[in-house]
Structures are given as structure tokens and as C-alpha cells.
């Protein structure tokens, strides 16, 4: 068994899943102050992944059919949070930082979603050469 | 304390870090019996994330010098394999599919890594519409 520590915590404004517009909102991200060593050089950085444990859905769930909506999915093929690891993952843009602090746009986790991991979006590992459409 | 489950496991010919190119490589991506279910309609998706479990950095150290090859970082600054949770993100292309196995190119996971999680590319959500350079 793998197991993981979450390193901060999301503030938003939005607490319940049906209220989170599809492109994210604004949110500050908190690392915890035994991880604030780990942001040395992040104002750097203009876009960010924000990995967090998005607990609450269905861990035993292997197929999803979004309530119905469409044709059954391995939950593999999207990205829905019922999945047996539930770790969410978005890109969000740095509005702000202020110490442990990250303000960021474009975070669909809900309000207190515990945080695992940040990365640096990087374009030359992270973007498709020949598709973006 | 969060647990997390391997869902699948890397097959790769590179079995040291030191070997790896950049850009990754050619491997194999097998998804445990018990998962298999969450792989329907995955044939759909052309490129996919990847999460590896990549534990072997050190989760306690907050900051890198890529082997003195830089000025400190704080490991949420760079994609550096030493985190407090050793997650690997890799976006790969996939090549073919053969049940619940999954050929890809361009994955940077070592030989025998465990796969937490599989999420599809998708431009929507993954895709700085400003800024991809």
C-alpha cells in the first residue's frame, strides 16, 4: 500500500460539486507550513498542475455513465472522480503568491481538498506537438 | 493518511534513471486484472496522463540542485522525482491497445514503476489557450 501526506489545502468558494463551473474558479492554494521550503523559486513559474485527493467519490467504480448522460465509460477513459486512486489534476495560471499562499485561477477542486503535489506546467513535457485541438 | 492502490504496472526497457532520454520512451503499460473494467472505450483516446508512483527520490527533501547543475528549487518548482509524494505526471501517445495492455510512446516511468492512475488528454481542460511556449 502507497501512502501519501497532503502537503496543503484548497480555499475556495465553491463547497459543492454541482456549483463548480466546468472552466474552474479562482481559489487560493495553502502549503503547509512544514512544506514551505518547497516553493523556493515558484514565483518563477506563471502555470501550475495542482494535484489533490478528491475524495468522495466512488473508489469502487470502474465504469460511469455521468448520471446517465452518456454511454458507459471505463473511468480510465475520463475524467471523472470516481476512479480507484481519486487524485484530481489541474491546470491552474498564478494569479498571486503571498508566502504559503498561491493564488491561482482556474481550480475546479472544491473548498477544502487536500493537496498532494504541485508541478510547473511545462511546455516540453506537457503539450501535445502535432494536436491540441 | 491517504492509501493509494497500484492500478497497473510500467514495462520498460530503460531500468535506470541515469538511461532515460528526455523525451521518454517506448513501453508498456499493463493495467491489473481487477482494473480492466476501467478501461472501456479507451481506444477513443489518443494520448493520455500517466501517473506513476515513483518513489526511490527522497520525500523529504523540499529542495533540488539537480546534482548541483542549478541553483536550489524548491521541489514544487521542478518536475524533480524527489517530493514529499512521489507522483510522476507523464502525458504519452498511445501506439495500440491489446486488452489490458496499453502501448505507448514518450513515457518517461522506469521499468516495473506502479501506474496509480490513467487519465485522458483533454485539450479543455489541459491546454493553456495563451500560452503553450
Redesign the interface.
Known amino acids: 500500500?502507497?501512502?501519501?501526506?497532503?502537503?496543503g489545502m484548497v480555499h475556495s468558494p465553491v463547497k459543492k460539486r454541482g456549483q463548480m463551473p466546468?472552466e474552474g474558479v479562482g481559489a487560493l492554494v495553502e502549503?503547509f507550513p512544514g512544506?514551505a521550503?518547497?516553493?523556493?523559486?515558484?514565483e518563477?513559474?506563471?502555470?501550475l498542475?495542482i494535484?489533490g485527493?478528491i475524495?468522495g467519490g466512488e473508489r469502487d467504480l470502474?465504469?460511469v455513465t455521468n448520471h446517465g448522460k452518456m454511454?458507459?465509460?471505463?473511468?480510465?477513459?475520463?475524467?471523472s472522480p470516481a476512479?480507484?486512486?481519486p487524485?484530481g489534476?489541474?491546470?491552474v495560471?498564478v494569479v498571486a503568491i503571498d508566502g504559503r499562499n498561491i493564488s491561482v485561477a482556474g481550480l475546479d477542486f472544491l473548498d477544502e481538498t487536500?493537496v498532494?503535489?504541485?508541478?510547473?506546467?511545462?511546455?516540453?513535457?506537457?503539450?501535445?506537438p502535432d494536436?491540441?485541438?
Open positions: 500500500m502507497i501512502e501519501l501526506r497532503p502537503i466546468k502549503v512544506f521550503d518547497g516553493l523556493l523559486q515558484i518563477k513559474r506563471t502555470h498542475w494535484l485527493w475524495d470502474l465504469q454511454e458507459p465509460h471505463g473511468v480510465f477513459a475520463v475524467r476512479r480507484p486512486n487524485i489534476l489541474t491546470l495560471r487536500p498532494i503535489d504541485i508541478k510547473p506546467f511545462m511546455p516540453s513535457r506537457d503539450v501535445i494536436s491540441n485541438g
